[in-house]
T-cell receptor, first 110, second 113 residues
C-alpha cells in the first residue's frame, strides 16, 4: 500500500496563526491532493498539485511537493476558527485510484 | 443542484443481515468509489468503478459487494461476511482519467449490533 501519513496527528493553534501539516507517501505518484473533513461529514477537495509542480497556492492555502523526498506540506495562513477540521492528503498513482493518509486534526482556538 | 447523495445518513442493522447503502450522483462522472472510515482513521478504498458494468476491488473488498448498472448509481452491499461492518461509509465520484478531484457524498454511518 502506498497510503500516506500526515504529521502531526493533531495540531492546536490560536486564531490568526499559521498551520502547517505534512504528508509522506511511499511510491511514485501522478498528483497529490489535499482534502478537508468537518466532523461527521464528507470530504471537500482543497487543492491538487501535479507531480511536475513544486508549489501551488489557493487563497490562504499553500501546498508544496517534493517528489524526491516523497513528501508534501499544506500551509494555512492566518487561520480562522472555521478552519477547524481534519485534513487529509491523497495520492493518485494509476488512473483514478486514490490512497488517503491518516489525517491531521486541526483545532483553531478563537 | 449537482452533487452526490448518500442515503440513509444513519443505518442500524442486526449482525448477520446484509445491508445496502445507496450512492447517487448527477455530476455525469464516469468514476465512482466507496471508502470506509473508522474513528480517527483515514479512508480505505473498498471498491471503485471507472465505467458502467465494470468495477475493481480496493484494499478491503472482502465482505462487500457492488454493482454499477447505471452511470449515476453505485450501491454498496455490506454482507454478513464482513466481520467488523460498523463504520462510516463514504461514496465519491470523479471524472475518469488522471489529475481530477473527487467529490464526496455526506456519508452513511452504519452500526451493526
Amino acid at each position: 500500500s502506498q497510503q500516506g501519513e500526515e504529521d502531526p496527528q493533531a495540531l492546536s493553534i490560536q486564531e490568526g496563526e499559521n498551520a502547517t501539516m505534512n504528508c509522506s507517501y511511499k511510491t511514485s505518484i501522478n498528483n497529490l491532493q489535499w482534502y478537508r473533513q468537518n466532523s461527521g461529514r464528507g470530504l471537500v477537495h482543497l487543492i491538487l498539485i501535479r507531480s511536475n509542480e513544486r508549489e501551488k497556492h489557493s487563497g490562504r492555502l499553500r501546498v508544496t511537493l517534493d517528489t524526491s523526498k516523497k513528501s508534501s506540506s499544506l500551509l494555512i495562513t492566518a487561520s480562522r476558527a472555521a478552519d477547524t477540521a481534519s485534513y487529509f492528503c491523497a495520492t493518485e498513482a494509476t488512473g483514478n485510484q486514490f490512497y488517503f493518509g491518516t489525517g491531521t486534526s486541526l483545532t483553531v482556538i478563537p | 443542484d449537482g452533487g452526490i447523495t448518500q442515503s440513509p445518513k444513519y443505518l442500524f442493522r442486526k449482525e448477520g443481515q446484509n445491508v445496502t447503502l445507496s450512492c447517487e450522483q448527477n455530476l455525469n462522472h464516469d468514476a465512482m468509489y466507496w471508502y470506509r472510515q473508522d474513528p480517527g482513521q483515514g479512508l480505505r478504498l473498498i471498491y471503485y468503478s471507472q465505467i458502467v458494468n465494470d468495477f475493481q476491488k480496493g484494499d478491503i473488498a472482502e465482505g462487500y459487494s457492488v454493482s454499477r448498472e447505471k452511470k449515476e448509481s453505485f450501491p454498496l452491499t455490506v454482507t454478513s461476511a464482513q466481520k467488523n461492518p460498523t463504520a462510516f461509509y463514504l461514496c465519491a465520484s470523479s471524472i475518469a482519467g488522471t489529475n481530477y478531484e473527487q467529490y464526496f457524498g455526506p456519508g452513511t454511518r452504519l452500526t451493526v449490533t
